[in-house]
């Protein structure tokens, strides 16, 4: 079967590029040709679907009991988990093997992959210079766009899928909110967290989520089958419609139009507009003016969440201990470990969210962020023609004249270097997720598509000149639930 030979290939680019840092772990070659080797002997033919005997790549955030989680911390540098997050059981069932652990920004706090304990992410430009591959699943992103594994499972809080998926040219997608389980996966911040699928093509990353979109009673955000009856009848019929693409409404969020926007991004956007025009969708301008507080606010809560959820890193819970402080009191103990075992940005954001949570700051930060959230879920809701299906007895507001999905750019710019970034201030770099930290604060299924176009060079004559091709991520937004439909819209613009 071809699946052999493609990992096959695929674990000689593991070996071939191990310079850019991709995995955190990777299997022995031999682990792996034993599990394909019991995969070929149970391959059914006519039964075959898809990852059965395919190599994913796993974030070193999502627990395996078989390689290390680190989550790229020195505070988890020696640790293995006892047991498997539901999302590897269930690939596992499937028939998956396991590519290995890839490289992140630390506990996910990033938008580069460069805040690692094992070194940052780097990505080759054509020019051979060194480029972000984008945080903070950003190993998991090189890992399908190096083709040194089928697909790969990253986590999404604020854009870390859609955004390093953006800058390496491949499909990444975040599902709505509780549909994926997040049991076994390393907390950053709970209520935005969601597993997120990086793939080649928009058919891998669909024959994932459907593997991996059941709900685990261990998860207590997991959907219940009783909400997802609610939605996913009828997410099945827009499917259909959007098969055949006839009447789909794309709307563009004007107020994602920034002046900060690269001319190149600009380009694809219009291109992509375009595309689903002639495949016979038709174009809506929206607004959705909360947009423009949605950083701030994400900024606030993730933080916030953040600091309580990596409390439990003390060196006696859990977490490598700092040396010489054994018989020191708790205080030392506790403040010697945590200083040393965290890097500079978690502790940044430990700090910032154990300030907006305290006494004197908790009404003007953290209550005021929670209710412009419900502004921007509200900005969603009055555009999309289907209502939130979370939210009982709501109408559409924009009944006969609402949109089906949002298109717009997944990030401003064009991916920087990585000398660009490196005495760059933190708030800069939290600018790239401009874009995705919307849909992630009202829990929508958004996926980043890359979109690629010749762009005029000096190099005329050359027949096949790879740098005259830009490839630029776009992002479609869907209602809650309307996951297929975003899958679909992303196949047709593929
Ligand atoms: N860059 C964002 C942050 O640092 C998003 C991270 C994520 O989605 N895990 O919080």
Redesign the pocket.
């Known amino acids: 079967p071809t699946y052999i030979k493609d990992a096959k290939r695929q674990l000689d680019r593991q070996a071939d590029f191990t310079d850019f840092n991709v995995f955190i772990s990777l299997p022995s070659r031999d682990a792996v040709q034993r599990a394909a080797r019991t995969a070929e002997a149970s391959w059914d033919k006519d039964k075959h679907t898809d990852p059965f005997g395919r190599l994913v790549a796993l974030k070193d955030n999502i627990c395996t009991s078989n390689f290390p989680t680190t989550a790229a911390s020195g505070i988890l540098k020696n640790f293995t988990s006892p047991y498997e997050a539901t999302v590897v059981k269930q690939l596992r069932g499937a028939g998956a093997i396991i590519a290995g652990k890839t490289n992140m ?1 630390e506990f ?4 580069h992959s460069t805040n690692s304990y094992f070194g940052r992410v780097e990505q080759l430009g054509y020019e051979g210079e060194q480029l972000s591959a984008g ?2 699943s950003g190993g998991s992103a090189m890992a399908v766009a190096w083709l040194q594994c089928w697909a790969a499972l990253g ?7 859609r ?1 390093p998926a953006a800058y390496t040219g491949v499909m990444g997608f975040k599902p709505s909110y509780g549909l994926l389980s997040r049991w076994g996966v390393i907390a ?1 911040a709970n209520s935005l967290d969601t597993v997120g699928i990086l793939g080649s093509r928009a058919e891998d990353v669909r024959a994932i989520f459907n593997t991996l979109n059941v709900h685990d009673p261990q998860d207590p955000t997991s959907l219940v089958p009783s909400t997802r009856a609610r939605f996913t009848s009828e997410a099945h019929a827009r499917e259909t419609i959007g098969h055949s693409s006839i009447n789909l409404r794309i709307g563009i969020p004007m107020d994602y139009n920034i002046d900060t926007l690269h001319p190149t991004v600009r380009k694809a956007w219009v291109k992509s507009l375009r595309l689903l025009e002639m495949a016979g969708c038709t174009l809506h301008p929206v607004s959705l003016p909360a947009t423009q507080h949605a950083l701030s606010t ?1 900024y606030v809560l ?1 933080p916030a969440e953040a600091s309580s959820n990596l409390a439990k890193y003390d060196g006696v819970r859990y977490g490598s201990r700092a040396q010489g402080v054994d018989g020191t009191p708790e205080s030392i103990l506790f403040a010697k470990t945590r200083g040393q075992g965290f890097g500079p940005e978690v502790r940044r954001r430990i700090l910032l969210g154990a300030f907006s949570l305290s006494a004197q700051a908790i009404d003007n930060y953290f209550i005021q962020a929670q209710k412009v959230r419900r502004l921007v879920q509200q900005d969603f809701d009055n555009v999309f023609s289907r209502p939130n299906p979370l939210i009982t007895a709501s109408e559409p507001s924009s009944p006969g004249n609402g949109v089906d999905i949002l298109l717009c750019p997944t990030a401003p710019t064009l991916p920087p270097t990585l000398s660009e970034l490196e005495d760059q201030d933190p708030v800069k ?2 600018m ?2 401009v874009f ?1 930290v919307p849909a ?1 604060l009202a829990g929508l299924p958004a996926i980043s598509v890359p979109v690629s176009f010749e762009v005029e060079t000096e190099n005329e004559g050359a027949i096949w000149d790879k740098s005259k091709f830009e490839t630029v991520g776009i992002q479609l937004i869907g209602q809650f639930g309307d996951d297929h439909l975003v899958l679909r819209v992303a196949e047709l613009l593929h």
Do not use: I, P, Q
């Not at 996910?108 to 938008?111: D, N, R």
């Open positions: 920004d996910g706090m990033g938008s945080g903070s986590t999404d809080t604020g854009g870390s899928v955004l950053y994400y993730a770099a939290y790239n997720d995705t992630s």
